[in-house]
T-cell receptor, first 114, second 113 residues
Framework: AQKVTQAQTEISVVEKEDVTLDCVYE???????LFWYKQPPSGELVFLIR??????QNEISGRYSWNFQKSTSSFNFTITASQVVDSAVYFC???????????FGTGTSLTVIP | DGGITQSPKYLFRKEGQNVTLSCEQN?????MYWYRQDPGQGLRLIYY???????QKGDIAEGYSVSREKKESFPLTVTSAQKNPTAFYLC????????????FGDGTRLSIL
């Protein structure tokens, strides 16, 4: 079975604080892909990053960084020096290589307070 | 610019009425998807299609129907059998190749009159 868990429903931080969004996944596949999406108030989901199961290298892109650990089945997302524009709902998703379905977590709503 | 267009942005349904949500993409993607999103909840898969003239039910297909007559179009009909249709509906598409991300439209917000 494929499953993605985002235990944090809502997070509030003050601007310039760092914040980490947690994502834990379950899959029996050896090859799979993990994604993070951002959903601003406008509604459209915006693709942020993809990571495959064979690449555990952490990635940094500007103020964003991702920590993928197969040993704990986690793919956490950190925003450094948060800004008001980061306020959105963030979704973690899993796609196996055996099908075309995506499995989404329930999302984490992030509010950055000025 | 390539992308996914959903229309209308807002839609109202009367009792006993079927309504159709449009989704068009010009990304040349093979796979297309429909999700339903309720307040404070994640995305639940309604239907998906991997190729033209073929589609599969997702987790909550009851009360919905789809068609895939053209590669670029994947309309969703919310039938009168769907008793609780008020939600935000998102259409997505992706390449079929392994590991490709989904791209999403702006969504349609459906409400009951």
């Amino acid at each position: 079975a494929q499953k993605v868990t985002q235990a944090q429903t809502e997070i509030s931080v003050v601007e310039k604080e760092d914040v980490t969004l947690d994502c834990v996944y379950e899959t029996r596949d050896t090859t799979y892909y993990l994604f993070w999406y951002k959903q601003p108030p406008s509604g459209e989901l915006v693709f942020l990053i993809r990571r495959n199961s064979f690449d555990e290298q952490n990635e940094i892109s500007g103020r964003y960084s991702w920590n993928f650990q197969k040993s704990t089945s986690s793919f956490n997302f950190t925003i450094t020096a948060s800004q008001v524009v980061d306020s959105a709902v963030y979704f973690c998703a899993l796609r196996s290589n055996t099908g075309n379905q995506f499995y989404f977590g329930t999302g984490t709503s992030l509010t950055v307070i000025p | 610019d390539g992308g996914i267009t959903q229309s209308p942005k807002y839609l109202f349904r009367k009792e006993g009425q079927n309504v159709t949500l449009s989704c068009e993409q010009n990304l040349n993607h093979d796979a297309m998807y429909w999700y339903r999103q309720d307040p404070g909840q994640g995305l639940r898969l309604i239907y998906y299609s991997q190729i033209v003239n073929d589609f599969q039910k997702g987790d909550i297909a009851e009360g919905y129907s789809v068609s895939r007559e053209k590669k670029e179009s994947f309309p969703l009909t919310v039938t009168s059998a769907q008793k609780n249709p008020t939600a935000f509906y998102l259409c997505a598409s992706s390449r079929r190749q392994e590991g490709q991300p989904q791209h999403f439209g702006d969504g349609t917000r459906l409400s009951i009159l």
